[in-house]
């Protein structure tokens, strides 16, 4: 079946840091790829997405690269801001309807 | 102008009870979406339904019951609640097509079981 793996949080980091949240998948077919961010008290937004392999999802200074060699779709920004505080999880989407996510990793990041 | 919505945003109730969550879409999607978030933030889909088609059900203990009066509608009731079900639950939907579509999501329902 499909599965998520990301990494465990919480992460901690100061201002301007550069954050990567890395993200791994199992999969039959051909999925797509999101992540997704929870504000606290929130629900979900879609931060980015990827439909196929070597695309890049793009939004509000994230990147996400769609590797199929090595099943990863990994996180990155490279200077974060205390508005990034959030639960980050990342997803997968394979002709079935379902979204399966991944446990989420929560991103505090000081002043 | 929200496109999904719920109600209510918190619910606490006794244990035993019957109660339930409404959910409406406004993005003319056709497919809908019930998720559990569990105290740890982990997310687990429990329903779908496609244009008032169950589509997905999860092992779901079948005290919870959905039901999609039309495309833009679907509600989840849960009778004889236990503490266990203590959890915030989002409503989602998106266009039709199982595989790259956006889902959009609820603010989410707080259930407490006390």
């Known amino acids: 079946g499909n599965s998520v793996t990301q990494m465990e949080g919480p992460v901690t980091l100061s201002e301007e840091a550069f954050l990567t949240i890395n993200c791994t998948y199992t999969a039959t077919g051909y999925p797509s790829l999101f992540w997704y961010v929870q504000y606290p008290g929130e629900g979900l937004q879609l931060l980015l997405k990827?439909?196929?392999?070597?695309d890049k999802g793009s939004n509000k200074g994230f990147e996400a690269t769609y590797r199929k060699e090595t099943t990863s779709f990994h996180l990155e920004k490279g200077s974060v801001q205390v508005s990034d505080s959030a639960v980050y999880f990342c997803?997968?989407?394979?002709?079935?309807?379902?979204?399966?996510f991944g446990a989420g990793t929560t991103v505090t990041v000081r002043a | 102008d929200t496109a999904v919505s719920q109600t209510p945003k918190y619910l606490v109730t006794q244990m035993g009870n019957d109660k339930s969550i409404k959910c409406e879409q406004n993005?003319?999607?056709?497919?809908m979406y019930w998720y559990k978030q569990d105290s740890k933030k982990f997310l687990k889909i429990m329903f779908s339904?496609?244009?008032?088609?169950?589509?997905i059900n999860e092992t779901v203990p079948n005290r919870f019951s959905p039901k999609s009066p039309d495309k833009a509608h679907l509600n989840l009731h849960i009778n004889s609640l236990e503490l266990g079900d203590s959890a915030v639950y989002f409503c989602a939907s998106s266009q039709a097509g199982p595989t790259g579509d956006t889902q959009y999501f609820g603010p989410g329902t707080r259930l407490t079981v006390l």
């Open positions: 993005l003319g999607h056709d497919t």
């Open positions: 339904y496609n244009n008032k088609e169950l589509i």
């Open positions: 997803a997968l989407s394979s002709n079935d309807y379902k979204l399966s």
């Open positions: 990827a439909t196929k392999a070597d």
